[in-house]
């Protein structure tokens, strides 16, 4: 019995030392550290595309890739990671570091890639308008779902047209010229009609048919978001116009009173004209307009001070312009400063929960920075006018991810609500304002300008 137990004890303790060296093997236990910069940075200037170990491009997307890269008219590089190397917290730093390195070997002006798996993050100096490579890349990833190679093409075409001040290149159906690799690319597509037939254009057509299915709805659930803002938006009007009334001379002789109603008409003719969820921004671009006007409309009723011109309540733009900034952080998140109207501000700081602006994805409620993709024009509208805002307000989102910050969360500026009007409609292609030094410093760079997306 004795040896029984013994021998039971045995074969416990060498299954769960076999387990321990199982964990610390596998390589979900440990992300590997992305490869250094300066060893990235030395590799390109052998070619554009450098490939770390353990990534999963093949020898033939590799050569597409780098072909694609070599024939850019501007300088664009990538690197290829394995999948989980980098995530939303360590980007930021990552592209930090071949920032620096590739100033340091002479190349201030360029674009940066970086595909992590099946996630593609980006940053550039050489675009005048910060946080356009993170609209770049949501729109080449969205454009070839699944395909790494053309969203690489895709967004490669799309960066030459932004640095040479060419505003198609936020146009979403605006394709990929193949470049250097579209010899390669002709070559295999005849060969795949030669030897399948029909059978490529059929999937060719059910991807598409699939991508404009999933675009109807998710249009159709932004739309309904924006139409529910802009309800809201007239209630609130609606309820002021008695109090506006009695200030005297029917509301006439205050201005903003005036412009809110114009914006809320505005808003209503824009929604309407929606086709594509990307246009959204411009209905929440009106909106923010509006609600500030109204802001300043109640101020002069109560006979308050006129308020400040803030970014609207982070949690819900629908509560209007933000009274000030508070420390808070989304679940597993990092803390943050959010722009909070005054009740969601005490409620923070009381620690209870915000008002969250929640809508509907995929039958259950979300916050909408978490909604996916289709939301960031709706954000874009809100917030993209208040300059660096963005850059940290994001991280650690779904948002984040493909703005960032992935989502190009470094300060917007006026390039997406109202920049293309300076300059004749152009994107202000040209000199890159900053350069590197941008990295880290809430520019261009700072904070997590990284578009994202997930094919």
């Known amino acids: 019995m004795t040896h029984s137990l013994r021998r039971a004890g045995a074969a416990i303790a060498a299954l769960i030392a076999?387990?321990?060296?199982?964990?610390?093997?596998?390589?979900?236990?440990?992300?590997?550290?992305?490869?250094?910069?300066?060893?990235?940075?030395?590799?390109?200037?052998?070619?554009?595309?450098?490939?770390?170990?353990?990534?999963?491009l093949s020898s033939d997307q590799q050569s597409e890739i780098n072909d694609a890269l070599k024939g850019a008219d501007s300088k664009i590089y990538a690197v290829a990671l394995p999948d989980g190397t980098v995530d939303n917290s360590s980007i930021a730093p990552y592209m930090n570091q071949l920032g620096t390195a590739l100033k340091d070997a002479g190349r201030p002006r360029v674009t940066v890639a970086v595909i992590d798996g099946t996630n593609l993050f980006a940053a550039s100096s050489s675009i005048k308008r910060s946080g356009v490579a993170a609209e770049l890349t949501t729109l080449a990833v969205n454009a070839n779902p699944g395909d790494v190679v053309a969203v690489m093409k895709d967004?490669?075409?799309?960066?030459?047209?932004?640095?040479?001040?060419?505003?198609?290149?936020?146009?979403?159906?605006?394709?990929?010229?193949?470049?250097?690799?579209?010899?390669?690319?002709?070559?295999?597509?005849?060969?795949?009609?030669?030897?399948g037939g029909g059978g490529y254009f059929l999937y060719s057509s059910n991807k598409k048919k699939k991508k404009a299915i999933q675009d109807a709805k998710d249009l159709a659930a932004v739309k309904q978001t924006v139409e529910e803002d802009v309800t809201k938006f007239g209630e609130e009007i609606t309820a002021l116009d008695v109090d506006v009334t009695l200030e005297g001379q029917g509301g006439g002789h205050i201005e903003e009173w005036q412009a809110a109603l114009d914006?809320?008409?505005?808003?209503?003719?824009?929604?309407?004209?929606?086709?594509?969820?990307?246009?959204?921004?411009?209905?929440?671009?009106?909106?923010?307009?509006?609600?500030?006007s109204l802001a300043v409309v109640k101020a002069k009723v109560n006979k308050e001070p006129v308020p400040e011109r803030r970014a609207p309540c982070f949690f819900n733009p629908q509560h209007g312009p933000s009274v000030r900034d508070v420390r808070w952080a989304p679940p597993n998140g990092a803390v943050r400063d959010v722009p909070a109207?005054?009740?969601?501000?005490?409620?923070?700081?009381?620690?209870?929960?915000?008002?969250?602006?929640?809508?509907?994805?995929?039958?259950?409620?979300?916050?909408?920075?978490?909604?996916?993709?289709?939301?960031?024009p709706y954000a874009y509208g809100y917030y993209g006018g208040f300059g660096d805002?963005?850059?940290?307000?994001?991280?650690?989102?779904?948002?984040?991810?493909?703005?960032?910050?992935g989502w190009?969360?470094?300060?917007?500026?006026?390039?997406?609500?109202?920049?293309?009007?300076?300059?004749?409609?152009?994107?202000?292609?040209?000199?890159?304002?900053?350069?590197?030094?941008?990295f880290g410093g809430g520019g261009d760079f700072g904070g997590g300008d990284f578009g994202g997306g997930d094919w």
């Open 18 to 56: 076999g387990l321990i060296v199982v964990l610390a093997l596998s390589p979900a236990a440990h992300a590997a550290a992305p490869p250094d910069a300066n060893t990235v940075v030395s590799e390109w200037k052998k070619a554009p595309l450098y490939v770390a170990s353990g990534a999963t």
């Open 341 to 376: 109207c005054k009740s969601d501000a005490e409620a923070v700081e009381r620690g209870f929960d915000p008002q969250m602006r929640e809508v509907m994805v995929n039958g259950e409620r979300r916050p909408y920075y978490d909604a996916g993709p289709a939301y960031q």
């Open 155 to 195: 967004f490669s075409n799309r960066v030459d047209m932004a640095v040479a001040g060419k505003r198609s290149a936020l146009t979403p159906d605006s394709q990929a010229n193949p470049g250097a690799g579209g010899t390669a690319a002709l070559i295999a597509l005849g060969a795949l009609v030669v030897v």
């Open 389 to 405: 805002i963005m850059t940290g307000m994001f991280i650690g989102t779904m948002m984040g991810s493909m703005l960032s910050g």
């Open 263 to 292: 914006s809320y008409e505005k808003a209503k003719t824009q929604l309407n004209a929606v086709e594509r969820a990307d246009q959204v921004r411009e209905v929440t671009g009106t909106l923010e307009d509006g609600r500030y």
């Open 408 to 438: 190009g969360m470094g300060g917007y500026g006026a390039g997406y609500a109202e920049g293309y009007a300076d300059g004749g409609g152009d994107m202000g292609g040209g000199d890159a304002g900053g350069g590197w030094g941008d």
